[in-house]
């Protein structure tokens, strides 16, 4: 099953890539013509670009993560429910938080907009804004995925051993010094899933951007997945061929990370 | 422990973050407490530009009767259940025998099996799309919520596999060959050993995989164009469409659809989290 729904699909799309196809008729071989295009197409640009930006930015919820961990590394009354509503983000669909984040921007009496009013005297709608528009984005997707990489480090703190940390303490190392030297290679692992979620989370932004933006104003917020989505699937006509070469090279990006990924594991089954 | 126990702080440090403490919590909280509030803020308030004050009366009931009554949402979030129950069960099954195979026999493609899951996991699923909707058109599943769950028991079953290998190896091989050097058939052992000591594994798992999947949004969008199969993440979208500017309605929806995986997860946190960071503590 995971074969025929998994698998065999991408080489069948690595294949549609080649074809000129509208989902219905008679599949046109034009070889690389779709790559070719795609070179030429501006949006192709923005989107890449964009993903760039999702990929530098979204990284930002590692140290955030860890920063709302270690705020939340105590035992006082209460602070397991703490911990769960600050997770709370990541539990909801994104569609929810997309909705919220819109609502939270918008002009006029969106929250957000208020408090740029009232700090700088001038409204901006960010979502409309193209300088503004992925940014806004971001911060929307970073506010889950921070929940995220907060229960990694939360758990990974957990586990820490504390005789080293003790001795380390014993040696006068303190605050940063001892959270750089002793505690974060222990959280190593963690930091580790948390770099693999967070980029294939990046990657894959589609959600929000479609709830969001729509990937507008005028394709500024675009990013490749809703763009292969968009000329897939939608209004804009049925182009399988050019939608699966964007996804092409969206997977030639994402398999870099994956490989990353698997040689680290391979190294690991060796010494397990 | 680190950082060093605030009991150990001076009280002035402590009672801070005492205070500190909610404010922060407020803070992050903030879009979805804006949202919260405005589901249950009478129509009215948003006309009169009352958009953050406190509400002027207490619509709570009418807002979330209005989404019930004018909206087919009641029949997306039933339509969610169809989706997410029987992948849950089919993926959670499925990944149980090949995370057992995986784990504990050697044969010679193991390892290279395992990465295929592994790898099937972390793809962009945005490549499977145009095979994937061509094949549940050619079955004939294409809108229904059918096709869905065929898809996701598929795709979860990656992630699964990983997890429940992971588990399985963990567990005391010794046990298992003590009971092949007894005779018990290899089903048997499966059955009466290995099965009850996943119950934590299965239990974290169908949390999970139940959260993801009730939160898809991509598939539903791709695999779904009627309202009939829609689950309530496209539902609640389309609904956005439809009520612009109607806020109070559209906060109300949203919070029904993030209810049931809410609930879950306070049920079931200890399994959710458990779930979250296998892996991550150890390796």
Redesign the interface.
Known sequence: MFLIYVLVPIFQSIWISFHDWDGLGAKEWIGLQNYVELMDDDTFYVSLHNNVLWLVLYLLSIPAGLAVALFLNQTVTGIRLYKSLFFFPFVISQVVVGLMFTWFYAPNFGLFSQSIEWLTGTQVAVLADERYVTYAIIVAGLWPQTAYCMILYLTGLNNINTEQVEAARMDGAKGFKLLWYIILPQLAPATFIAMVVTVIGSLRSFDLVSIMTAGGPYGSSQVLSYFMYEQALSEYGFRMGYGAAIAVVLFLIMMVFISLFIVRMLSQERNA | ???T???KASPLVRSG??VM?PI??FL?????I??AL?SVRPAGDLAA?N??GIPSGFAGFENYSAVFQNSPIGYYILNSFKVTIPTVIGAVA?SCLTGFALAVYKFKSN?FLF??????N??????????????TLKMGFYDTTMGLV??H???Q??FCTLFMRNFIKGLPFALIESARVEGVSEWQIFRHIVLPLMRPAIAALSVLVF?FV??D??WA??LVQGQHAMPV??G??AL?GQWVAA?HL??AG?IV??LP??A???LM?KHF?AG??L?????
């Open positions: 422990m680190f950082p126990p605030i009991q973050y005492k403490l922060a919590l992050w909280l903030l879009p979805l804006g949202v405005t530009g958009y953050f499925l390892l990465f295929l899951f592994v790898a099937g972390f793809i962009p699923f945005q490549i499977l799309m145009v095979p994937v909707r061509d094949l065929l898809f028991v598929a795709f079953t990656g959260t009730w939160n949004y991509f969008t791709v993440t496209a609640l979208n956005n806020w559209v906060s949203s659809a993030a995986p809410v879950m997860f306070f946190q989290i979250l960071t892996g991550a503590t150890k390796g």
